[in-house]
């Protein structure tokens, strides 16, 4: 069978042995979405949210893009964002990057993907020369983009707290919290790397007045 085929018809099976175990599975969840968590992850297809962390369809609100940036630009994360503080009143964020990232390798060459990976690339590079002294000091090319991949999620945390959406949950509701997570490829793990409690102080330049 064609593999797109075969995706229709595990769906089918999978539907089925999901009424085995609860007739009332897709009613239920039909009428319910209250997830606590926005999952802000890798589009990678080896990092399926829910899968890695034990999770339900309902629990986790999901937005996945090439090395799991937050661009202050980017209206499709900040409306998922939006929606998710404002109206699902999530209480946590998490990005999640992974060890062995594509596009974190890549941002690390020299090599011209041309438009428009080119500009999305960027972001991490830029990432890249604000911490290049210590990346420099690491010889191994995979440990060097292994840090890579830790402090672009730190920075993507940072580039989170510094929204009007963040800024005005965290002074009004004190959520949600933020964290940056790496998962390992090679092991499953997911190891937690930065962590910004709602409230946390944040650089004095991106504050804003009467939120
Ligand atoms: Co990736």
Redesign the pocket.
């Known amino acids: 069978m064609e593999s797109i085929y075969k995706l229709l018809n595990d769906n089918k099976e999978w539907a089925a042995g999901q009424l085995r175990l609860d007739p009332e599975y897709f009613e239920k969840l039909a009428h319910l979405q209250s997830p606590e968590f926005l999952w802000i992850g890798?589009?990678?297809s080896r990092?399926p949210a829910n899968e890695i962390t034990g999770t339900q369809p309902g629990e986790i609100f999901v937005h996945r893009n090439?090395?799991?940036l937050v661009i202050h630009t980017d209206v499709n994360l900040l409306s998922v964002l939006e929606f998710a503080v404002v109206h699902l009143r999530v209480k946590h964020v998490i990005i999640c990057?992974?060890y062995g990232?594509?596009?974190?390798r890549a941002a690390m060459t020299n090599h011209d993907y041309k438009q428009v990976l080119n500009m999305w690339l960027r972001h991490i590079k830029d990432v890249y020369r604000l911490h290049r002294e210590e990346l420099e000091a690491i010889g191994d090319l995979e440990k060097r983009a292994d840090r890579l991949t830790e402090l672009n999620v730190r920075e993507q945390v940072l580039h989170l707290s510094k929204t009007s959406i963040i800024q005005k949950a965290w002074n009004h509701e004190q959520r949600p919290h933020l964290h940056g997570w790496v998962y390992g490829l090679k092991d499953g793990i997911i190891k937690p790397v930065f962590l910004m409690n709602a409230g946390s102080p944040i650089d004095s330049l991106y504050q804003y007045d009467d939120i």
Do not use: R
């Open positions: 890798c589009s990678d990092v090439i090395a799991n990057g992974h990232c594509g596009g974190i």
